[in-house]
């Protein structure tokens, strides 16, 4: 199993000259020239690339033989992870990203914050727009069956992160929620978007259907990545964004997650021998995902 930091190494470059290459840029409109340039650049500057990984690690683990359609896949999770971000930051209201100003911040220093949140949505709709457009181009090189598999698998990501978002959005606006509404945003938000999709992706790619399998890993192992997160914004005293199982839960809150995080970690264990191939290399994934990193 490749390590993520190795991953990172080979992507990074591969997914600038893509994003480079897509010329997003307008001479015609300086403005445009200008934003563009600064969501490239906030794209490229950060960020784990964890479910171009995923994809990658489904696609290998289904001997998958294009590595190039592999990557430009890879390249296509990014861009609509990015239209993800820049629009989360927003309704967010996060200052920052990978270490800069987030978008709508940026553009409030040459506009009014109506207008930026405006110009911040549409930017993330230019990138959402190129990531449809790069998964067509890889799905017209697949055979029908694979084609379907792969376009139905990323459309379900789509709407299932979207779903996510609402739901979100919808629960912050009230005092008390559930955990099964908290568990139902985290497996559509995180879940399906993180893991599932990829992994259903990555075995479309080598012409398999793995849909048993990314369900039964991939759900929880989405969990336990959002709730080892929810543990290191507390470490880091950073603001809740909506409701969490740590303020679910108030005092208890912590013991409660770590105990929910060993639950779903046996799940992930179980769904192991379903793998279409290397079982180690999916605990792997899990390990890295308890480690946040730095397995």
């Not at 359609?69 to 309704?91: K, N, P, S, T, Y």
Request: proline share 5%; charged share 25%; net charge negative.
């Amino acid at each position: 199993m490749q390590s993520l930091f190795s991953f990172q190494k080979e992507f990074n470059p591969y997914l600038e000259e893509v994003v480079t290459g897509l010329h997003l840029s307008s001479s015609k409109y300086p403005f445009i020239d200008e934003l563009v340039k600064y969501g490239n650049a906030l794209l490229l500057t950060g960020g784990k690339r964890l479910r171009p990984y995923v994809l990658e690690l489904a696609f290998r683990d289904c001997e998958g033989r294009d590595r190039e359609l592999c990557r430009q896949a890879g390249v296509a999770l990014e861009l609509f992870h990015h239209f993800a971000l820049i629009q989360d930051d927003w309704m967010d209201a996060s200052p920052t990203r990978h270490g800069m100003r987030a978008t709508h911040t940026w553009l409030e220093e040459k506009m009014d914050a109506p207008y930026a949140a405006a110009e911040a949505v549409l930017l993330g709709d230019l990138y959402l727009a190129c990531a449809h457009m790069l998964v067509h181009q890889v799905a017209s090189k697949l055979p029908p069956p694979a084609q379907s598999l792969f376009l139905s698998a990323f459309q379900a990501m789509v709407t299932d992160v979207l779903y996510g978002q609402m739901l979100d959005r919808q629960t912050a606006s009230r005092t008390e929620v559930t955990r099964e509404e908290i568990l139902e945003k985290t497996q559509l938000k995180t879940s399906r978007y993180t893991f599932v999709g990829p992994i259903k992706m990555g075995a479309a790619l080598a012409g398999q259907d793995v849909g048993i399998f990314a369900e039964a890993y991939g759900v929880p192992l989405g969990i336990i990545f959002q709730l080892q997160d929810d543990l290191a914004d507390q470490e880091n005293a950073l603001p809740d964004e909506g409701h969490t199982f740590l303020t679910l839960y108030g005092e208890k809150g912590r013991a409660e997650v770590e105990s929910s995080i060993e639950h779903y970690r046996g799940q992930v264990l179980r769904a192991l021998p379903t793998c279409p191939g290397d079982p180690q290399a999916w605990e792997g994934l899990m390990e890295l995902v308890l480690t946040r990193g730095e397995a």
